[in-house]
């Protein structure tokens, strides 16, 4: 009978036994998959993230130096235009170039034989930098801090390369192979853009292109090393332009893959994380090509790593299977030995029902055995396993869903937190999303080091929780947009006045090493009644929407409504249609007059530029001017405008008319260029007007992130001679502390000070004690959008200095300007 017993226990024990080695292979099973899953997206993200500051980094400055490089171009031909013969001044705009682009290697120009011929024929002022041919060819190279220029003779029939001849049979830009070229007896490996020079009759002159160091971009590209993995460039002729794990590749074809993919199936999943082979790591490997477009020609960022690399992590918990493996096959034998004791069935007992529950997913549950034997050891060895791996599996989920710079939860919290939540409609309540973006945090930014940037950033979002507080969930998107998702708003004022607590905490000056930022934001408001997986990606959309109506005007919330499907789409429209528009000649300068006072007659005009575009005909500034300061488009046309003003009072000028003043506004973005005030006075020489018949008009935000600095360009323009005024005085950040210190000649009054004027003795008293100020600082007073004869009276009656406004012209055309002139005068 004992006997029996003894079989049955033996029985009871192996089955046991069984049972919990079953139950650890189940549990490790299943957080080996979800390890595996994990691990892999960890990888991909690094791939994707990394991938994608390089390509957005490598777009902008090749698109920057394209700007530049398109603006170097139109100054050439533009010397060709006006027959300036003298090739220094050639080789001066270029110099200015390269030492304005630290990443260009150098510029070349190479002109037809006889292209700076006088009109009569006869070659003039044959320069050092020509070459046997006649050909005008210098070549400007950067070599360490100074910039040299030199005759490009190294290959005596330079009229037959590439570089030269492609841009002059398609008088096109192109964007060359990388090839080899001696610089000083240097051989170096390059790539060259390239654009053709013509005249207005659209006859070849010549080319000006500039040549990237590959050395730098080899070097960049080699620092990559994304999990032990590498990264390469490739080249719109398939070849790569770097290596990061070899660069004797470097101008070679792209390396066949040893599966047989081809590079063109590559390039149809840009974009798209893909799983092939590789030739120089060999096995599987994740690969990602990234596009970088530039003009009509593509080139590819290319990110490796190794599939190994990323599943480190899954291999060790698959050792640590191994190690539970065999201490459940441990502990069945000392079950077995310990088989007279009735202890070992009860732990099994317990062993057994924390086991289901960890397959279950819970592992808040642990062994509580008390023994004061190896059983009470196996146990707390069981129980630390399970605390380190929930442990390791916070961690990941908390790297997953949160942002590492704030701690805030990122995009995939935001999701994953919207799966969590059951709702059900209710008709009093709704869920609110309100997506912030902070307005000209970039500027602030590119003018800081990245590391002030991220405590701009961690400062923004710390303020932000403590303005939601307990009321909703605070996300940041990434860069510098914040969603806020409140879940229980009840009436629309309550929530405008979140929106507004959260724009009036953002106002407030923020101070980093003795520096004072101002920063305000912009908000797109959406609500949904019921808030489920569907209606939380719909809400972040139409947040989106809104928010992009609200950066229109800045420092405001908006509430989604479906007419602003319509105006985000022709908003978009008109951002992609900027760059075609100035290439097209779409963009025009209209002149509204600046009447003085006490003599009635027209003291100068105000420079306003339209686009008449082809499909929405004359459109407002006011719709285009923000999508050109957001993409930095507002540099190659403030440019323009400063250009063809000028242009405009030459011609005005060989009229007859030479006592015309025009102003031109000028952007904050302008005004933070390195060589701004050496553009400015470049354009004004190109054609030939006398500075003092310039005035540029700023508005305050100039003076906020870098008060010492613009004081210092201001005086260098003054000292030129050029007319400053501060425009729209009276809004935004206005201030009377700094115009003491500031070298002004006119303050420009806002129309908000005229409206109501005639009615309002407040504002009266305020307009005449500004008048005062101005004339006190030895500053004249423009008055603009004056539109009746009361309002005229009151101005004139304050002695007012100059006075712009519909009561006598709105903006006009050129030819319509020099009418209303020549009729004042007579």
Known sequence: MKTMRVGIAHKLIFTLGALMILSFTLLASIQLMKLYDVSLRQGELVAQNQSNAYTTKMSIETNDALIRLEGLQQSLQQMKE???????????????????????????????????????????????????????VPYIVRQGDKIVAYPNKNYENIGDGDYYQIPKRTKKFALMEPYYYDINGERILISSFVYPILDEQGKFLGVVGADISLDMVQQEVEKIRPMGGYATMITAGDSYLANGFDRALVSKPYLPLPKGESLEELKEQALTIMYTSDPMLGGTVMRL???????????????????????????KGLSNTIIISLVAFVFTTMLMILLIRKIVLQNIRKVVHVSSALVEGDTDQKLDIDTKDEFEFMAQQFNRMIDHRKASEELIEFQATHDLLTGLPNRYGYTRHIEQIHTVP?????????????????VINDTLDYAMGDQLLKQFADRLKQTVGSNGRVFRFGGDEFVVLLNDVNHMNPLLLVADDILLTIAEPIQLNDRLFYITASIGISLQHELTEETGDRMVKEADTALFVAKKQR??????????????????????GLFPALEGEQFVLYYQPKVDLKSGQIYGAEALIR???????????????????????IIPLGEWVLRTACKQIKMWEQQGVTALTVSVNMSMLQFQQKHIVETIQSIITEASVRPEQIELELTETIFMDNPDHTLKILRELQQLGIRLSLDDFGTGYSSLSYLQ?????????????????????????IFKSLVVIAHNLNMKVVTEGVETDEELQIIRQHKCDLVQGYIYSPPVTAECFIKLYQKHVS
């Open 741 to 765: 210190n500031i070298p002004l000649h006119y303050l420009k009054l806002d129309k908000s000070f005229i409206h109501d004027i005639v009615s309002d003795f407040k504002k009266q008293m």
């Open 555 to 576: 420092n405001t919330s908006r509430l989604y409504s479906p007419s602003m499907k319509d105006v985000s789409k022709r908003e978009q429209e008109l951002e992609n």
């Open 611 to 633: 686009w008449r575009h082809p499909e929405f005909g004359m459109i407002s500034p006011l719709d285009f001017i923000p999508l050109a300061e957001k993409t930095g488009f």
């Open 426 to 442: 209710y008709s009093n309540k709704q869920a609110a999303l309100l997506y912030i973006d902070l307005d000209r945090f970039k």
């Open 289 to 315: 090509l990234n596009p970088i477009h530039i003009k009509d020609q593509t080139w590819y960022f290319e990110t490796i790593i190794p599939k190994g690399n990323m599943l480190k992590d899954y291999y």
């Open 82 to 136: 006006y027959n300036m013969t003298d090739r220094s001044e050639a080789v001066r705009l270029i110099e200015n170039f390269v030492r304005e682009q630290p990443y260009i290697l150098g510029v070349f120009t190479v002109w037809e034989p006889n292209a700076f011929d006088n009109q009569d024929g006869n070659f003039r002022n044959k320069s050092s930098y020509d070459d046997d041919t006649g050909r005008f």
